[in-house]
């Protein structure tokens, strides 16, 4: 076969393309739009008028684009991609979309339609509740990360599979972003100007600054399993019935409790940006999420362990204990980055009324500072609605 040479597909060459694949029949009357946010990728949708089935072809470019600048990044992202909607769907096919092909010299990723389904984010922020959504998200943690783990793999596959999974830039974007930037007046950052004296008290506090150092060292030295990396509600699409889970360009082995920390986060976000009776589905998804996983993970745990101190007492606790408590670290500087980083979320940032919204904001950044400091002092998840309850 002819070695392809890297170009950005333009909307006829991604209909081809689907032909060329014998995704659709024929002569079959296709159309296409390219549907993506248009920052680091692009998403072709190619649908068939006719019977209304489509396809969706994601690909990767060459560049960032972010505020008008633009830096190279590299282009395998779009093979962890793949690799890693596959190795997922090897243990949880429910929840990620089918990937019919892909193409390494293309940066491309060609799956499943999952248009009937809604970004669970914009969802959430129409005020959508997806009662399954955390089961369903507790359900695909517990099994991507106990099945790519030294518990659940063979030990040496597990390091062999980790090679693949080797992905040093968008790693670093997370160093940067996350755990970086948004502790320090760098030019990334950006918020509001009422926010200033919130925003400097991060700064300057060494106690907060150590938790994060801690925190930013876990996420660069801990392989425990292979995690999505940017699971984020936008990464999510839900119904009422159905969840799937996209997007892990960011994937790589990384410490357990990074993807529960960063769900978590975003449920939150959206909770500070409602008004207060309609937060507790939210509050209720943190709870169940974290019921779900622990209750998937020790099951597997008991069933299909392959370390041999699987049965020494004790053990299990100390994996999930540690993982919470990191989860609830992670969650924090998501929290925060969410704010006043350079990525923000449109939960809070949509909020139209400027009081209001500075309010939301300047809770998520003591909400996040406590999350941070308080992970070690909080016994079970249920006292993370005590925290947020608390959080003025
Ligand atoms: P990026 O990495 O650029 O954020 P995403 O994978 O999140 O790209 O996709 C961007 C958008 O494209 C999604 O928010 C969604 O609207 C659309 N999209 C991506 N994958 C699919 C899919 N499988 N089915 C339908 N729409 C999709
Ligand atoms: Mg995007
Ligand atoms: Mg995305
Ligand atoms: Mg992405």
Not at 91 to 97: D, N, Q, R, S, T
Not at 176 to 190: G, I, Q, R, S
Not at 245 to 251: G, R
Not at 354 to 373: D, M, P, V
Request: hydrophobic share 40%; aromatic share 10%.
């Amino acid at each position: 076969s002819k070695q392809s040479v890297y170009e950005p597909l333009t909307e006829n060459g991604a209909i081809s393309l689907t032909v060329r694949l014998g995704l659709f029949p024929e002569g079959a009357p296709l159309t296409c739009r390219e549907i993506g946010d248009g920052n680091l990728n692009l998403v072709f949708h190619v649908v068939d008028q006719q019977t209304g089935k489509g396809v969706i072809i994601k690909q990767a470019l060459p560049y960032a684009k972010v505020v008008g600048e633009s830096w190279p990044l590299t282009l395998k992202r779009a093979v962890i991609e793949s690799n890693a909607l596959r190795t997922f769907a090897s243990y949880v096919p429910e929840y990620v979309p089918n990937v019919y092909y892909s193409d390494e010299s293309l940066a491309i990723t060609v799956m499943e339609d999952l248009s009937h389904l809604q970004i669970a984010r914009k969802g959430l922020i129409e005020g959508k509740t997806y009662p399954l959504l955390s089961k369903h998200i507790g359900e695909f943690i517990a099994k991507t990360l106990f099945y790519t783990s030294d518990f659940g793999m063979n030990q040496q596959q597990k390091k062999q599979l980790s090679q693949q999974f080797v992905n040093p830039e968008l790693c670093k974007i997370t160093e940067d972003l996350v755990f970086t930037d948004p502790f320090f007046d760098y030019e990334t950052n950006n918020f509001e100007q009422e926010l200033r004296n919130d925003v400097e008290a991060l700064w300057n506090d060494d106690t907060l600054h150590l938790e994060v150092a801690k925190l930013k060292r876990k996420f660069l030295t801990e392989g425990d399993a292979l995690i999505h990396g940017d699971l984020h509600t936008g990464s999510i699409f839900a119904s009422d019935t159905e969840t799937k889970v996209i997007d892990p360009e960011f994937a790589f082995y990384g410490p357990f409790g990074f993807d529960i920390g960063q769900f978590f986060a975003n449920l939150l976000l959206n909770a500070l940006s409602r008004p207060e009776p309609q937060q507790e589905p939210l509050l209720a998804h943190v709870e169940q999420t974290w019921g779900v996983f622990t209750n998937v993970f020790s099951d597997l745990w008991d069933r299909h362990n392959v370390e041999p101190y699987a049965k020494t007492p004790g053990l299990l606790q100390d994996v999930l204990r540690q993982t919470f408590v990191d989860a609830i670290g992670f969650a924090g500087c998501e929290v925060i980055r969410r704010t006043i980083g350079l990525a923000h979320v449109a939960d809070l940032d949509g909020i139209e009324d400027k009081n209001k919204r500075i309010y939301a904001k300047r809770r998520a950044l003591h909400l996040g500072k406590n999350l941070i400091l308080q992970r070690r002092v909080l016994n079970d998840v249920q006292e993370i609605r005590a925290l947020f309850l608390q959080t003025f």
